[in-house]
């Protein structure tokens, strides 16, 4: 059972668009909840957090909303590049229980030039 | 400037064979985690150590053992592989002590169990 669903599995989305991601989570001590950029060949690699304690953070052309009442966050990509293009993940994670993050299974982006 | 490294990347197993992958950070870390990546499965964390002499299982420890040889390296061993352990293995590790701490992972070793 995923602690963690992630849609869609895949996006096409054309450059300059506006690429979505969603997670839901059903532990409701989840208390940390980040974003995974992995390329190929590559190690996933941080993009961006947030705590539930805030509904929104963002950095540059990347966005996390957050919901707690429902149980839900995405990940917004405004104004999509071709270099954009990677496998996102979300996780999440109890803060006071190791730094184990419980991921999602994965979108794999792409953006057409 | 090498962070997390993995050896080998590439492995091709025969049913029952045993192996060792090896995971070394240079980031002074004290806690390593050992994850598998299979399609539409995200990450599962298999095992983990949060600080030298320390291992514990995580999600999905079957068929495999972990050694945590000292603080820099964290190796993660099957003793018979099966083709269910077909899979991309990643190492992370975390600073020690710190909530929500940023996890830096390795490139991955890409496993074949035949």
């Known amino acids: 059972q995923q602690q963690v669903k992630q849609s869609p599995q895949s996006l096409i989305v054309q450059k300059g668009g506006i690429s979505i991601i969603n997670c839901a989570y059903e532990?409701?001590?989840?208390?940390?909840f980040p974003w995974y950029q992995q390329f190929p060949g590559k190690g996933p690699a941080l993009l961006i957090a947030?705590?539930?304690?805030?509904s929104e953070k963002k950095e540059g052309r990347f966005t996390i909303s957050f919901n707690k009442s429902a149980k839900q966050f995405s990940l917004h990509i405004m104004d999509s590049q071709p270099g954009d293009s990677a496998t996102y993940f979300c996780?999440?994670?109890?803060?006071?229980?190791?730094?184990?993050?419980?991921f999602g299974g994965g979108t794999r982006l792409m953006v057409k030039p | 400037n090498a962070g997390v490294t993995q050896t080998p990347k590439f492995q091709v197993l025969k049913t029952g064979q045993s192996m060792t992958l090896q995971c070394a950070q240079d980031?002074?870390?004290?806690?390593m985690y050992w994850y598998r990546q299979d399609p539409g499965m995200g990450l599962r964390l298999i095992y983990y150590s949060a600080s030298e002499g320390t291992t514990d299982k995580g999600e999905v420890p079957n068929g495999y053992n972990v050694s945590r040889l000292n603080k820099r390296e964290f190796s993660l061993r099957l003793e018979s592989a099966a083709p269910s352990q077909t899979s991309v293995y990643f190492c992370a590790s975390t600073k020690s002590g710190t909530a929500r701490a940023e996890a830096f992972f390795g490139q991955g070793t890409r496993l074949t169990v035949v």
């Open positions: 947030i705590r539930p304690d805030v």
């Open positions: 980031m002074n870390h004290n806690s």
């Open positions: 996780a999440a994670s109890i803060g006071n229980a190791g730094n184990m993050l419980t």
């Open positions: 532990n409701t001590a989840f208390d940390y």
